[in-house]
């Protein structure tokens, strides 16, 4: 549903574009050092558990999904056949509830799945061989995700001592395991992310670490007054709180990128990461509140986090082929794909945006009183520098009805010259030369125009 908080004459009356004072990709930033254990240069791509299964989850399934990660082979746009592997989608994570809850061993003060000496207690049921299945990850090529500090079942632990020990406990069973990244959650004792890298370093163990803070719980961002090894101990970090399966969080998610990435606070080996996508997922763990993204909502959120530099983590059932018929040329849109790995000293991030805005709203937010409907821009544009003088651009319309969407060069920063050749990445489509401006005809309701402009 959708709440107009402005007055319009006509559907199709163009909105008025206010500039936003967004940086230039050559602006001064007092860049933090990033994690420099080589990882995430570029945004990492994968798959992990929780927008579709929730808790729901073994050993079975996650094995399985590994196998549709590089069986699934599908045609893309140039007629190539690949699968989800070979398109970069390449760390496979397991979420919450591999852990036994409130087990015999876990009698420290504070914990239901850690033992007196810290180490984490596995539910066998569920995830009976933890080597297995990460050494059938690394026979298939992939890497294997793990997740602690569990919301389920939370630990806290009491002091200091104990709060050392979980750390150690976990990341000696994370060695142990062969896991190759770690999504660390807000929920438990464990939030010393510093402490975290160090113990990790000592282990001689390179791990893609995820900050999942909610952007709120510190520390949750790079903090440009420390020195690297605490300004930023993690590869990329969540800026927002979850995620769900519709158009109203996607477009809440997506704006708490924008001022960190005003703010120079994501970049190779640090990405701000508006969560993951819930292209392809409905009724997960949120049920009614997860009620699914229509093909033109899926395009804007696959499109969007693409143009802002997120990492890029699927979680739809990779093995069910009538749901990989409807998102395939989404999720495997190569030009897309090559634009969210680029990196030409900006992530990416807002420019321009309407006067007007629309209240957006969802099943979870109309269920829950302290929920506020969701105020987006009837029509925002972002953008992202790239190698060569090349701009990629994203033109969101989120209005009732279809509009068309012009865009003035001279409004994009950093940009050189007013003519550039335009191409359309999801028609796969160059549209010819344009000066000044370019109009996107007919963009539709909560859709998005992708287009990348060349001098």
Not at 32 to 53: F, K
Not at 55 to 60: K, R
Not at 144 to 150: A, D, T
Not at 214 to 235: I, Q, R, V
Request: charged share 20%; proline share 5%; hydrophobic share 40%.
């Amino acid at each position: 549903m959708v709440y107009w908080t402005c007055t319009r004459s006509h559907p199709f009356t163009k909105c008025n574009m206010m500039l936003l004072k967004a940086l230039a990709p050559a602006a001064l930033f007092a860049v933090v050092a990033a994690n420099d254990n080589g990882l995430a240069i570029t945004p990492p791509l994968g798959w992990r558990s929780w927008n579709l299964y929730g808790g729901n989850v073994d050993q079975g399934l996650i094995e399985g999904i590994m196998d549709g990660m590089v069986n699934n082979s599908r045609k893309i746009w140039n007629g190539e056949t690949m699968n989800l592997k070979q398109l970069g989608y390449g760390d496979v994570g397991l979420d919450d509830n591999w852990q036994a809850c409130d087990a015999p061993a876990a009698k420290a003060a504070g914990m239901r799945y850690h033992d007196i000496e810290g180490n984490p207690i596995v539910n066998l049921d569920r995830f009976p061989d933890f080597n297995t299945m990460t050494s059938h990850a690394h026979g298939l090529g992939l890497t294997s995700g793990w997740y602690g500090n569990n919301c389920i079942c939370s630990d806290h632990c009491k002091n200091a001592t104990s709060c050392t020990d979980q750390i150690k406990g976990d990341v000696a069973a994370l060695v142990k395991f062969n896991f190759d990244s770690w999504k660390l959650d807000g929920c438990g004792g464990e939030t010393d992310l510093v402490q975290v890298d160090a113990v990790l370093r000592a282990a001689g163990k390179k791990v893609m670490v995820e900050n999942c803070h909610w952007g709120s719980k510190k520390p949750f961002k790079p903090d440009p007054t420390l020195p690297p090894a605490e300004g930023c101990p993690w590869n990329f970090y969540r800026s927002s709180g979850d995620v769900r399966a519709s158009y109203a969080s996607i477009m809440y998610n997506l704006g708490t990128v924008f001022p960190l990435a005003k703010d120079g606070l994501s970049y190779p080996g640090c990405w701000a990461y508006p969560d993951m996508l819930q292209v392809g997922c409905q009724h997960g763990p949120g049920g009614a509140s997860d009620p699914g993204l229509t093909q033109e909502e899926a395009r804007t959120h696959f499109g969007a986090w693409a143009v802002v530099s997120s990492p890029l983590t699927l979680s739809h059932d990779v093995n069910n082929a009538s749901i990989t018929d409807r998102i395939w040329d989404i999720i495997s849109n190569t030009e897309i794909l090559d634009v969210n790995q680029a990196y030409a000293g900006f992530s990416g991030g807002s420019f321009a945006a309407s006067e007007e805005t629309v209240a957006l709203t969802d099943a979870f937010i109309e269920s829950t009183e302290s929920e506020d409907r969701v105020t987006a821009p009837l029509s925002q544009y972002l953008y992202k520098p790239l190698p060569g003088g090349k701009i990629a651009i994203v033109l969101l319309n989120a209005g009732l009805a279809s509009a068309d969407l012009e865009v003035k060069f001279s409004d994009i920063p950093g940009v050189k010259g007013n003519t550039f050749t335009v191409r359309d990445l999801w028609l796969h489509k160059d549209l010819g030369s344009s000066t000044e401006s370019f109009t996107a005809q007919s963009v539709a309701s909560h859709d998005c125009a992708f287009l990348v402009l060349s001098p």
